[in-house]
């Protein structure tokens, strides 16, 4: 089983906003890869290499935004997917993640991943005190339903279109504040974790085991780039 993470970031500017001395890009590439998705794919634009260089060093695929008029939310979330899916086989679920939200842990990373372990063909969203939240955990199975949505559409409502496709819903309560409040809120001024009030699958997994048989001092050259353009021709 393979999970991907997918961060979209709608401009430069919200992809190198500082979060606590860090782009907010790099800041949740780190998170997911520790939490154990694989692989990390940021789709953002980029005009002056300054997203890349904030990302270098990371295992990350950058990818260049789906161009206007076609780029609407449902197209970058599907862009960001079939990238992933280009990069490693096999790929069955993708992490969709909204920039805005700094402040998820990796724990609900692998809440999320564990639990589309058992349950491979349902959306799962982090809930916190009731409220779902995002990166949300799209089966790649049904991210064709989404070149089906309206250009209008934004995430929480593009969820919604998805199930009333037939691809279920549903919410985990894993007691992480930053799945459900965003960059407009400080570190000081977020709730308190609460962790899942119970595990979010029965078994657990080793995440990370595609990259267990590399040597500690592997080079890292990242971000790799993938252009609209060279995706789209292959």
Same mark, same amino acid.
């Given at each position: 089983?393979?999970?991907?993470?997918?961060?979209?970031?709608?401009?430069?500017?919200?992809?190198?906003?500082?979060?606590?001395?860090?782009?907010?890009?790099?800041?949740?590439?780190?998170?997911?890869?520790?939490?154990?998705?694989?692989?990390?794919?940021?789709?953002?634009?980029?005009?002056?290499?300054?997203?890349?260089?904030?990302?270098?060093?990371?295992?990350?695929?950058?990818?260049?935004?789906?161009?206007?008029?076609?780029?609407?939310?449902?197209?970058?979330?599907?862009?960001?997917?079939?990238?992933?899916?280009?990069?490693?086989?096999?790929?069955?679920?993708?992490?969709?993640?909204?920039?805005?939200?700094?402040?998820?842990?990796?724990?609900?990373?692998?809440?999320?991943?564990?639990?589309?372990?058992?349950?491979?063909?349902?959306?799962?969203?982090?809930?916190?005190?009731?409220?779902?939240?995002?990166?949300?955990?799209?089966?790649?199975? *049904? %991210?064709?339903?989404? $070149? =089906? +949505?309206?250009?209008?559409?934004? /995430?929480?409502?593009?969820?919604?279109?998805?199930? #009333? !496709?037939?691809?279920?819903?549903?919410?985990?309560?894993?007691?992480?504040? *930053? %799945?459900?409040?965003? $960059? =407009? +809120?400080?570190?000081?001024?977020? /709730?308190?974790?609460?962790?899942?009030?119970?595990? #979010? !699958?029965?078994?657990?997994?080793?995440?990370?085991?595609?990259?267990?048989?590399?040597?500690?001092?592997?080079?890292?050259?990242?971000?790799?780039?993938? /252009?609209?353009?060279?995706?789209?021709?292959?």
């Amino acid at each position: 089983m393979t999970v991907a993470a997918v961060i979209l970031a709608a401009s430069p500017e919200s992809a190198l906003a500082d979060v606590e001395g860090q782009a907010r890009v790099r800041r949740l590439a780190d998170a997911a890869w520790s939490g154990g998705a694989l692989p990390i794919v940021v789709v953002s634009f980029d005009p002056d290499g300054a997203v890349a260089a904030a990302l270098a060093g990371a295992a990350v695929t950058l990818a260049e935004p789906v161009p206007p008029p076609k780029g609407n939310p449902a197209a970058q979330m599907l862009r960001g997917i079939e990238v992933a899916s280009a990069e490693v086989r096999d790929v069955d679920g993708a992490l969709i993640w909204p920039a805005r939200m700094i402040w998820v842990s990796p724990e609900t990373v692998t809440s999320l991943i564990e639990a589309h372990g058992v349950d491979r063909s349902t959306i799962l969203r982090p809930a916190y005190d009731g409220v779902a939240g995002w990166p949300a955990l799209i089966p790649t199975n *049904g %991210a064709s339903l989404l $070149a =089906g +949505v309206a250009a209008d559409r934004m /995430p929480d409502m593009i969820l919604a279109d998805l199930e #009333a !496709a037939g691809l279920p819903v549903r919410a985990l309560e894993l007691g992480d504040p *930053g %799945a459900t409040h965003d $960059a =407009g +809120v400080t570190r000081a001024d977020l /709730p308190p974790y609460l962790g899942p009030a119970e595990p #979010a !699958a029965p078994h657990s997994h080793e995440w990370g085991a595609a990259t267990a048989d590399d040597p500690d001092d592997s080079p890292i050259d990242g971000p790799a780039l993938a /252009p609209y353009d060279q995706a789209a021709a292959e």
